[in-house]
């Protein structure tokens, strides 16, 4: 035979002796292919394109995941929408939580304001307003219709009324507050004005723990369903990736149209489940302001905004990567020709 | 199986032998589709043995392999089919079908480049499947009973295909139980039997 060449010689040996010649042959065999950004960003462009165009070709499967997901999005969606319009009541009564301390009727003006200055001294107190007794009366004569019943009186039977906002150390420890305010030798009584709305709160935080709990359990489930779904792709196109991979493909570039197909599912969910609030609002919405409308509010229902939507649609389509990616990892490696 | 063989640069070389003797193993081992247990397998100076996974793909892009059922993908054009290990290898489009004519164009099959390859005969699909593994110029061809399902004129056609493509510098190790296409060529002769070489002419 001729002699031994430069390179692609092929060769089997069980001969411990290593042929040195072959083994410092140089590669010359390799094109060296174009790798401009250009060819690869056309190229993950095509997967992109393709991907998406594979998942439209079958409408019926893919639409039954994007339902998944969607729904799956939806859920904790709806709840957390619904916290955020509960929080808005927040803003909108800010006196909840303020304590009106009645004082006792023989306190003059001047005590009044010296309990004031020290009171707001305090750290739990943000501020403190004063209505004196006679402020009190005008008030009573004005709002309650019953004027002319308090001019049969000799005396102003209305108490002075301090009226003390607390800070949020003193929200937190509001009822040691209110003992403490209370026991003043010049409090008659205090009282915690819209104590219920305090509750609410902490229901609200409750509820938010919750939902994030929920939002996490489900982020999992979107997880688990787009990758189970790559897993059947991965299957279903089990001679392509063969081929592919005998020709040279390298496991990234196996592996990418099901990372797209992954992040189409998420984004398609999202959408799915961008629908579904958009269903669910627009069904509350009315009902929601009619109610507030009784309570004199001028409260409305809260949607979705544009940085939401953004943020949904990001978060859907890393949810499928993820899902994807961790079933490619998994399963593609099984396929070795 | 074992084995002891060697085959130069730009040599053309028959593999034959029984069913079972081992042809298409020895293929996967210089493929590297599988491991040898003992022993080294060197291509291209390369020991498959220690080659790390990640290399794989590279070490495979230098290697075009022809199957006896051709392995096409029915889902898309004979373009395509043809392109794809230029795909993987990130040749840019205008590249990638320059060189994808240029093959079909060599195999003849240059006016089917559109069509999907389940419409055409089992001897152009075959010539497909030649096409797309000459396009990347490997250095080596290698070739698993290519005219396996062929009658005699076709795969006369097909041999006259692997001549023109050794001729040009590709080494051909081609693996036939076909006796007609060996007696007739002055080519190396690799007789396999259970696994050992019985014959080197």
Not at chain 1, 216 to 228: D, F, K, P, S, T
Request: charge should be negative; charged fraction near 20%; hydrophobic fraction near 45%.
């Amino acid at each position: 035979m001729g002699k031994l060449n430069k390179k692609a010689s092929s060769s089997r040996q069980t001969s411990r002796n290593e042929s040195t010649s072959e083994s410092k042959t140089a590669i010359g065999a390799s094109r060296s292919a174009n790798k401009s950004g250009h060819s690869w960003f056309q190229q993950h462009q095509q997967v992109a394109v393709d991907s998406l165009a594979r998942l439209l070709a079958e409408p019926g499967s893919s639409l039954l995941t994007w339902s998944v997901i969607g729904i799956a999005l939806a859920l904790p969606l709806c709840l957390f929408l619904f916290l955020q319009n509960i929080q808005q009541l927040n803003t909108n009564l800010d006196e909840a939580g303020n304590i009106s301390l009645f004082m006792k009727m023989y306190v003059s003006n001047d005590t009044l304001t010296k309990i004031q200055s020290d009171l707001q001294e305090m750290e739990q107190v943000i501020r403190v307003s004063v209505v004196t007794s006679e402020q009190a009366l005008v008030e009573f004569q004005e709002n309650s219709g019953f004027g002319n019943a308090l001019e049969g009186l000799d005396d102003n039977p209305l108490p002075a009324l301090l009226i003390v906002t607390p800070s949020d150390a003193g929200k937190n420890s509001l009822s040691s507050l209110v003992l403490e305010l209370e026991a003043l030798p010049e409090v008659d009584s205090a009282q915690v004005d819209l104590e219920w709305i305090q509750r609410l709160y902490s229901i609200i935080n409750l509820a938010e723990g919750f939902t994030t709990a929920l939002a996490l359990l489900l982020c999992v489930g979107v997880i688990l369903a787009v990758g189970n779904t790559i897993r059947l792709a991965i299957e279903n196109r089990r001679n392509e990736i063969m081929v592919v991979k005998l020709v040279g493909g390298t496991d990234a570039y196996v592996a990418r149209p099901f990372l797209y197909t992954g992040i189409w599912f998420g984004i398609g969910g999202g959408i799915i489940a961008t629908v579904l609030v958009l269903l669910a609002f627009l069904l509350l919405s009315g009902p929601v302001t009619g109610l507030m409308a009784l309570y004199g509010s001028d409260f409305v229902l809260s949607g979705l905004t544009a940085s939401d939507l953004l943020t949904l649609l990001v978060t859907a389509g890393g949810l499928g990567l993820f899902g994807a990616w961790i079933s490619a990892v998994r399963h593609l490696r099984l396929i070795e020709p | 199986m074992n084995v002891d063989l060697h085959l130069q640069e730009g040599e053309f070389a028959f593999l034959t032998g029984h069913s079972g003797a081992g042809k298409s193993t020895l293929l996967k081992l210089v493929m590297r589709m599988e491991k040898s247990s003992a022993g080294q397998v060197l291509v291209n100076g390369k020991n498959l043995n220690r080659l790390p996974r990640r290399q794989l793909p590279f070490f495979r892009r230098n290697i075009g392999v022809v199957f006896q059922d051709h392995q096409l993908l029915f889902d898309r054009t004979v373009f395509d089919n043809v392109a794809l290990p230029l795909q993987v290898a990130g040749f840019s489009s205008t590249d990638a079908a320059r060189r994808v004519r240029a093959a079909l164009d060599k195999v003849g099959l240059l006016n089917k480049e559109n069509q999907n390859p389940i419409a055409l005969s089992g001897g152009e699909q075959q010539r497909i499947g030649i096409a797309r593994a000459v396009v990347n110029k490997p250095a080596l061809l290698l070739a698993d009973e290519p005219t396996g399902n062929l009658d005699p004129a076709l795969s006369e056609e097909i041999m006259r295909l692997f001549e023109q493509f050794n001729q040009v510098g590709t080494s051909v190790l081609l693996a036939t139980h076909d006796i007609g296409l060996i007696s007739r060529d002055k080519y190396r002769v690799l007789t396999l039997d259970q696994g050992r070489i019985i014959e080197d002419e």
